[in-house]
């Protein structure tokens, strides 16, 4: 039984200019000790699959309005957020992709590292303290015992991404959620980060669904990716599964925009865009929402939505092309 299942999701938002369908009908799965890595342009719906899994978006004007979302074997889509509050932190931790925003900027990083542990170890003061120092250490902040009483403020960003992945994983969780945890960072503390990831998921045995729009931080980490486009999964792979043999046009055209330090050199190509942009999802048009941006499309694609077929063993794509039935 995989760990974490979503069947079926959807996640829409009420707007002044009608429902807006961010999330359509997901579907992916994570097993235990697991790298899933979702993928896509901003506005996919990659964040509010990743937030809907905990109820982290407003509601109102945000809902889930189908689907289920199975933790080892548990529904979470119907708990309240107060029945979830045992589950956030305790056994699926979050990492959000800005770190000054969530941090609370008048506690100490110690308090706010410390909160979860009382509530869910059970932990007295002195003992949640001892392990928010050693949960510092471990993801290398220098002077852990001095800096614990320091405010967000007094950070570095990559240092503040730091305090934040000590915060999601104080309760040794089943499961970590990383928002694009990379993104305001610069190109060496971005490595420094996902190294420390990969390094706390060995050490803990955890599970980590990373939400990502580089490809580059797909190809180092995962080891399957599900590819989003327009609310839907239209792609689903073994990574090297994915790069070796992209199946839909969406996912080529992001592995094409991909900089190559070996072929640039030598035949200095211009990188290729994806031209057009992600479409608003208030009333979307029939068909595959990539046909309009799809330089393959046929009169199918806008006429009827693409099913996710299986190509290879574990590799699906929804896409028209090479589609018999």
């Given amino acids: 039984m995989a760990l974490l299942d979503i069947k079926g999701l959807k996640t829409h938002f009420s707007t002044d200019d009608g429902i807006l369908q961010a999330v359509d009908g997901v579907d992916i799965s994570i097993d235990r000790g697991e790298t899933l890595c979702v993928v896509g342009e901003s506005g996919c719906g990659k964040t509010v699959t990743a937030m809907s899994i905990l109820k982290l978006i407003a509601m109102p004007p945000g809902k889930i309005v189908a689907g289920e979302i199975m933790f080892e074997g548990r529904d979470l889509v119907p708990l309240t957020s107060h029945q979830l509050d045992d589950i956030r932190a305790k056994e699926i931790g979050f990492i959000f992709q800005e770190p000054m925003t969530s941090l609370n900027p008048v506690l100490t990083i110690g308090e706010q590292i410390s909160e979860s542990l009382r509530r869910h170890e059970a932990m007295t003061k002195k003992q949640a303290l001892e392990r928010t120092i050693e949960m510092l250490k471990l993801v290398q902040i220098p002077n852990a015992a001095g800096r614990v009483h320091h405010y967000p403020h007094q950070f570095s960003g990559g240092m503040r991404q730091r ?16 928002d694009e945890p990379t993104t305001a960072l610069d190109v060496t503390i971005q490595a420094q980060i996902l190294d420390l ?9 955890m599970a980590v669904m990373l939400i990502t729009h580089a490809m580059g931080v797909v190809a180092e980490t995962a080891q399957r990716v599900v590819v989003m486009y327009a609310g839907k999964v239209v792609e689903e792979a073994p990574v090297d599964e994915l790069f070796g043999n992209p199946g839909h046009p969406y996912t080529q055209g992001l592995i094409r925009s991909i900089p190559r330090i070996d072929l640039d050199a030598a035949h200095k190509t211009r990188l290729e ?9 208030i009333n979307p048009p029939p068909g595959c929402r990539f046909a309009p941006r799809c330089k393959h499309a046929m009169s199918v694609c806008t006429e009827r939505e693409p099913r996710l077929r299986e190509i290879a063993p574990g590799h699906r794509i929804a896409c ?3 589609d018999a039935s």
Avoid at 197 to 205: A, I, N, P, S, T
């Fill in 163 to 178: 305090v934040m992945i000590a915060m999601a994983l104080a309760c040794r969780p089943k499961l970590v959620i990383a």
């Fill in 197 to 205: 990831l990969q390094d706390m998921k060995e050490r803990f045995g």
């Fill in 273 to 281: 865009a994806i031209g057009g942009s992600v479409p608003i999802l």
């Fill in 320 to 322: 028209h092309l090479g």
